[in-house]
């Protein structure tokens, strides 16, 4: 490795390039985490140019076309003259007449780990924002080489990300916008012309919703991994209620339901593409790349992302429509799996919670004899906090379903680490803390129950260790 090359055609003092004071590497590479850049390079013809520390300088390849994103696509790649590592951070202007001339911008930068490192192959894991994943540079003849993005299998066992904030962020500078839809989170597996859906609670509820077999016919030879919101339109709004029997039927019974109660998986987020792991890179390069696919069909649709809009506007276009409210998403986020991020925000018109069933009683009159109201509460630091009583907004098939689920549950004393109310202990059946229900409520009270709560459905896609209060 050598600074020679580079040193012969730049002239010290014409050129904002970094310029060494000899033909020397200028250092040692950080074998714990070498940089790898792209830099956009608008010369004569405009370029990239690939540069990855290795032996105390930035070895470098020019691509015309561009780092590819497709594995069935190779670019061609020169081998260029090796670079000082301040490179690394170079961008300006070449001036006219000077080798290389035009404007130079970082595209993505970042580290890399190498497999391995012949005069034939190089085989690299790039761990940027933009380009993330592993590729192969192989050599053809003499400096040209070829760069090939490896095909990566989806990733297994993820759970979606969630808002780990409240409230509307101080600017809109760095953010942007989503509508929040009432209804069930799922993760979308697309592979082998097969689709498979996973919960929020990584339970299996494909056979749940026939209907979006059909979207694997959306993305022929490419596996994807997607994530969005399956939700039942009533009266043109999203309604919880409506989706409730699709949640719980499968086999028969959920493709009788399909005809009768259908329902659109709202796609929002893309976290593998054709083997392409897209985890790591930024929210609004997802966006970009989700906007490109173009998912709409008779179940699925992308909703838009408002990436510039202010949030002020969208929460009240959100209102106009009757959606609960929207989610804030920060621009450079990446998608942390399985955690509650600051990254993503809810902002909402209307107050619902999800909470766990600790207990039941009993009716009188017409529902004597079966559940009258719901005992029920939300994890803390502590434990499961009494949060009060759920007595309305059940219809008959409600009932009879909340009654086969809490009935092999039964146990003799309270689950809540708070104290009950001694008038809501009295005929009380406890239960094990084990089923979720969702709620919408006026407000919290001083003494942290919530106020006129209304039952809205029954939350098997959600762990109850994962149930906290709403910010």
């Not at 850049?37 to 105390?56: K, M, N, S």
């Not at 015309?64 to 696509?73: E, F, L, Q, T």
């Not at 595209?107 to 490192?117: K, P, R």
């Not at 596996?223 to 409506?242: H, K, N, Q």
């Amino acid at each position: 490795m050598s600074l020679h090359e580079y040193r012969r055609k730049r002239r010290p003092g014409r050129t904002p390039e970094p310029m060494p004071d000899a033909d020397e590497p200028e250092g040692e590479t950080t074998a714990a985490a070498p940089v790898f850049v792209v830099q956009e390079h608008h010369a004569r013809r405009t370029h990239y140019d690939l540069r990855l520390e290795r032996d105390g300088v930035l070895a470098s390849w020019a691509v015309p076309k561009g780092i590819p994103d497709d594995p069935a696509v190779n670019h061609l790649a020169i081998r260029t003259e090796d670079h000082p590592l301040a490179y690394a951070t170079f961008a300006g202007t070449i001036p006219r007449g000077e080798y290389g001339a035009g404007t130079m911008r970082i595209a993505d930068s970042g580290t890399y780990e190498c497999l391995a490192w012949t005069d034939r192959e190089v085989k690299i894991v790039l761990h940027g924002s933009r380009y993330t994943g592993g590729f192969a540079l192989f050599r053809t003849d003499d400096d040209h080489w070829m760069i090939h993005r490896e095909r990566v299998p989806p990733p297994r066992g993820l759970l979606p990300m969630l808002a780990g904030g409240s409230g509307m962020p101080v600017d809109d500078e760095g953010w942007g916008y989503e509508l929040k839809w009432d209804g069930q989170r799922a993760l979308a597996y697309v592979e082998n012309a097969q689709v498979r859906l996973v919960g929020r609670s990584a339970r299996d509820i494909t056979s749940s919703y026939p209907e979006l077999a059909a979207l694997a016919k959306e993305l022929p030879r490419r596996g994807a991994v997607l994530d969005g919101e399956i939700v039942a339109f009533a009266g043109g709004t999203p309604s919880f209620a409506a989706l409730q029997p699709r949640m719980h039927a499968t086999g028969d019974a959920a493709r009788r339901l399909a005809a009768n109660t259908p329902i659109t998986y709202l796609i929002f987020d893309v976290l593998h593409l054709d083997g392409r792991p897209l985890l790591d890179v930024r929210y609004q390069e997802r966006q970009r790349i989700l906007a490109e696919l173009d998912l709409a069909g008779p179940s699925w649709h992308t909703p838009p992302a408002f990436l510039d809009a202010p949030g002020e506007t969208v929460l009240r276009a959100a209102e106009q429509q009757g959606l609960e409210g929207i989610v804030a998403k920060r621009l450079s986020s990446r998608y942390l799996p399985g955690v509650r991020s600051p990254d993503w925000r809810k902002i909402k018109h209307l107050r619902q919670q999800e909470v766990v069933v600790g207990g039941w009683r009993p009716g009188k009159g017409v529902r004597e004899g079966r559940i009258g109201s719901l005992l029920v509460g939300v994890g803390t630091h502590d434990g499961l906090a009494y949060a009060g009583r759920v007595g309305t907004g059940f219809d008959e098939a409600t009932l009879r379903l909340l009654g086969e689920r809490l009935a092999p549950l039964a146990r003799e004393s309270s689950p809540f680490d708070t104290p009950v109310p001694a008038d809501h202990v009295r005929d009380a059946r406890w239960v094990e803390p084990e089923v979720v229900v969702q709620v919408s409520f006026d407000r919290w009270t001083r003494d942290d129950r919530l106020r006129h709560p209304v039952y809205l459905g029954l939350r098997d896609d959600i762990d109850p260790r994962d149930v906290v209060r709403e910010p």
